[in-house]
């Protein structure tokens, strides 16, 4: 695929899709990575002098219609912070006036379009939609890698109809999962965490048959524990991926480690002052992991050359269940600094690193949570194979 370094951008209109779905509280966002990272792709197209730079994004999950609470201006105030320049807003991304009102602006204009889920042909894939949107530039750059898994009109209905390259932000994404894949150093160490095993079955089975070990926490651990016959009170269990999950587990000639010990509670707002070895009593909730386990883990880690994470350990909001997410950061971050490669998946696993204030001592973090877990379990993504057509 061709990238930003391989196309001239003097004089042209520029149409970047990035993803600006950042977390918001209170009418403000509560975290700009997400903009941040998209801010070298910015800077790289505004050096190169274009006619006009337009952005498109979408935030939250509106169901197809304007929705007030997911309108994309509340990013603009950090979005001119991060720049240091003016940013045009508009109100619809396909209304009847929104391209007369962009061909208005001033030479070397920075814009930003409204929701793209505003209307429901984005996740639609509507080729009309794709063609209004891509009728604003006469190139398109994509860096939102975490929608690349989604065949969306922003995604891939635009490169139909514009010449197309990848932003930094993509091509940094690919470079580090693609080695993941190719030849990462050994020993190869995966961590899996979050709820839900249903949700990563393709993942783990891809990945074992890659890596050296398998490090499961989370509340999808309490599945594999419970198809072992262990007892895990009233841990959030899915009943009917158990066999799944036997069989995977029967697969993984020892690779897969769960769980030895848990932190427990009778809820998940007053934690017991102690752990439980082994099993968890009726009851209780299984809500981190236990020192045992962390134990267990860091001697996997610490001698690992590569190493690739998704989800958090525990329920790592309440920040008396967050240890056993913490103490991985920091070993993975340990582990780093004496010349591992390390590469953190989407979602919960970066709100988790950056609450340990570790996120620069990893290798890369990804952007994208789904993304990064469809590209690791080697599915193709069609936002990127969009950008291989000629």
């Known amino acids: 695929m061709k990238t930003l370094n391989d196309i001239d951008l003097r004089d042209k209109r520029v149409l970047l899709r990035v993803d600006f779905n950042a977390p918001v509280k209170n009418g403000e966002v509560s975290d700009d990575t997400r903009l941040s990272a998209h801010i070298p792709t910015i800077n790289s197209i505004l050096k190169q002098r274009p006619r006009a730079l337009i952005l498109i994004s979408h935030l939250g999950r509106p169901k197809g219609a304007p929705t007030p609470e997911f309108s994309l201006k509340v990013v603009l105030p950090n979005l001119r912070k991060l720049l240091g320049k003016e940013v045009h807003f508009f109100e619809d991304c396909a209304g009847n006036d929104t391209k007369a009102g962009l061909e208005k602006l001033p030479a070397g204009s920075i814009s930003l379009l409204e929701n793209l889920r505003f209307h429901s042909e984005e996740k639609n894939n509507d080729e009309n939609f794709a063609r209004k949107l891509a009728s604003y530039g006469d190139i398109f750059i994509q860096d939102a890698f975490a929608v690349a898994h989604r065949a969306h009109a922003s995604t891939t209905g635009i490169p139909k109809f514009l010449p197309s390259a990848a932003g930094f932000l993509i091509q940094k994404e690919v470079k580090y999962l693609s080695e993941l894949l190719k030849n990462p150093e050994r020993p190869f160490v995966a961590v899996l965490g979050g709820a839900k095993v249903s949700t990563k079955i393709s993942v783990m089975k891809s990945l074992l048959s890659k890596v050296d070990y398998l490090l499961v926490g989370g509340a999808m651990s309490y599945t594999f524990l419970k198809a072992r016959g262990i007892n895990t009170g009233l841990s959030l269990v899915e009943d009917?991926?158990?066999?799944?999950?036997?069989?995977?587990?029967?697969?993984?000639?020892?690779?897969?480690?769960?769980?030895?010990d848990h932190l427990i509670s009778k809820s998940f707002e007053a934690p017991l002052e102690n752990t439980v070895t082994f099993e968890i009593p009726d009851g209780f909730y299984g809500v981190d992991i236990g020192p045992q386990t962390i134990g267990k883990y860091e001697e996997v880690l610490k001698n690992s050359k590569t190493i690739f994470w998704n989800g958090p350990m525990g329920i790592f909001e309440v920040r008396e269940f967050s240890a056993g997410t913490r103490r991985i950061a920091e070993i993975?971050?340990?582990?780093?600094?004496?010349?591992?490669?390390?590469?953190?998946?989407?979602?919960?696993?970066?709100?988790?690193?950056?609450?340990?204030?570790?996120?620069?001592?990893?290798?890369h973090i990804s952007t994208g949570g789904g993304a990064s877990l469809e590209f690791v379990e080697g599915r193709l993504l069609p936002g990127i194979e969009a950008l291989k057509q000629e």
Do not use: H, N, Q, Y
């Open 240 to 260: 009917d991926f158990l066999e799944k999950a036997k069989e995977i587990d029967k697969a993984s000639v020892g690779k897969l480690l769960l769980p030895v």
């Open 332 to 363: 993975i971050a340990e582990a780093t600094k004496s010349g591992a490669v390390s590469v953190a998946g989407g979602g919960d696993s970066v709100a988790a690193i950056k609450k340990t204030g570790l996120a620069a001592d990893f290798s």
